[in-house]
């Protein structure tokens, strides 16, 4: 079965500090990875997806993630933090199940930005 | 415009009553969804339609069903709520697994 860890549950940051957020996933066949950010009462806002090729992707804000098949991770970093980085923060891979596609997700990674 | 769009947003009632959720999508995708985020965030896959057919039912209780009149549009409707039917549900487009899903702001469903 798929399957995303985050094992972060939180993480505490100085604003200006480098960020990263650490995602491990399950999954047979090729993985389709994606990150996505919730902010508090939003929905969820695409960051960046990994489907084939360059194994490191850039998203939008300023983030980047690094496709390690050898590890089965898909780590998002940022290399300087702004206060509005504040969120939660899901990895999620996308699996293609018996009769259709889904997405399954990490329990999400909640980023906390000090001044 | 936008993309994925959820009505209402906030939705308070009591047990036992029935409340429906509209969502509507205008990205002209052929899959829609519905996911479910407890009170830990986290967040599940409930249905999937594809062109108004459901593909994905994942072991959710036969209270909650799904409608799609057309392609745009996926509808929740629940019976007797329950207490523990209180969380937050996003709908959410996409075209196929290899491009990501679009997803719509949320609606919080209290069950008091």
């Known amino acids: 079965a798929q399957s995303v860890t985050q094992p972060d549950i939180h993480i505490t940051v100085s604003e200006g500090a480098s960020l990263e957020l650490r995602c491990n996933y399950s999954?047979?066949?090729?993985?389709?990875l994606f990150w996505y950010v919730q902010s508090p009462g939003q929905g969820l806002q695409l960051l960046l997806k990994y489907f084939s090729g360059d194994t490191l992707v850039q998203g939008i804000k300023g983030f980047e993630a690094e496709f390690k098949r050898s590890q089965s991770s898909f780590n998002l970093r940022k290399p300087s933090v702004h206060w509005s980085d504040a969120a939660e923060y899901f990895c999620a891979v996308g699996a293609q199940g018996e009769y259709g596609n889904k997405l399954v997700f990490g329990a999400g990674t909640i980023l906390r930005v000090k001044s | 415009d936008t993309a994925v769009s959820q009505t209402p947003k906030y939705l308070v009632t009591q047990m036992g009553n029935d409340k429906s959720i509209k969502c509507e999508q205008n990205?002209?995708?052929?899959?829609m969804y519905w996911y479910k985020q407890d009170s830990k965030k986290f967040l599940k896959i409930m249905f999937s339609y594809n062109n108004k057919e459901l593909i994905i039912n994942e072991t959710v209780p036969n209270r909650f069903s799904p409608k799609s009149p057309d392609k745009a549009h996926l509808n929740l409707h629940i019976n007797s709520l329950e207490l523990g039917d209180s969380a937050v549900y996003f709908c959410?487009?996409?075209?196929?697994?290899?491009?990501?899903?679009?997803f719509g702001q949320g609606t919080r469903l209290t069950v008091v």
């Open positions: 999954y047979g066949a090729t993985p389709y």
């Open positions: 990205l002209g995708h052929d899959t």
């Open positions: 959410a487009s996409s075209q196929d697994r290899r491009t990501e899903a679009f």
